[in-house]
Nanobody
Framework: VQLQASGGGLAQAGGSLRLSCAAS????????MGWHRQPPGKQRELVAS???????NYADSVKGRFTISRDNARNTVYLQMNSLTPEDTAVYYC???????????????WGQGTLVTVSS
């Protein structure tokens, strides 16, 4: 399974960005998809996750500002980020924990990361 993230870039504080992450390959099933981020000099942290049935989970720091969604038919997950602050500056990674692919046991997959920079 390959995860390709896109949509990062530069935004001003108070602005919005939308990230996308498309999964491809010999996919059997992907139950959960999510976004993590790693701010400069800090550890990677969960931002949001969503199950195939649409159950969502958010970090407290993004609740009410970020919205995760997915298109199961396209194996794509989105992250709509509103009211951005400089503290949201980070490399954002999409992941698919426990995804199943033909010829491989269930495992976690990660995208390559996309940089989001929020200026004050």
């Amino acid at each position: 399974v390959q995860l390709q993230a896109s949509g990062g870039g530069l935004a001003q504080a108070g602005g919005s960005l939308r990230l996308s992450c498309a999964a491809s390959g010999r996919i059997i099933s992907i139950n959960e998809m999510g976004w993590h981020r790693q701010p400069p000099g800090k550890q990677r942290e969960l931002v949001a996750s969503i199950t195939r049935l649409g159950s969502t989970n958010y970090a407290d720091s993004v609740k009410g500002r970020f919205t995760i969604s997915r298109d199961n038919a396209r194996n794509t997950v989105y992250l709509q980020m509103n009211s951005l602050t400089p503290e949201d500056t980070a490399v954002y990674y999409c992941n698919a924990p426990g995804a199943r692919a033909w010829g491989s046991s269930s495992r976690d997959y990660w995208g390559q990361g996309t940089l989001v920079t929020v200026s004050s």
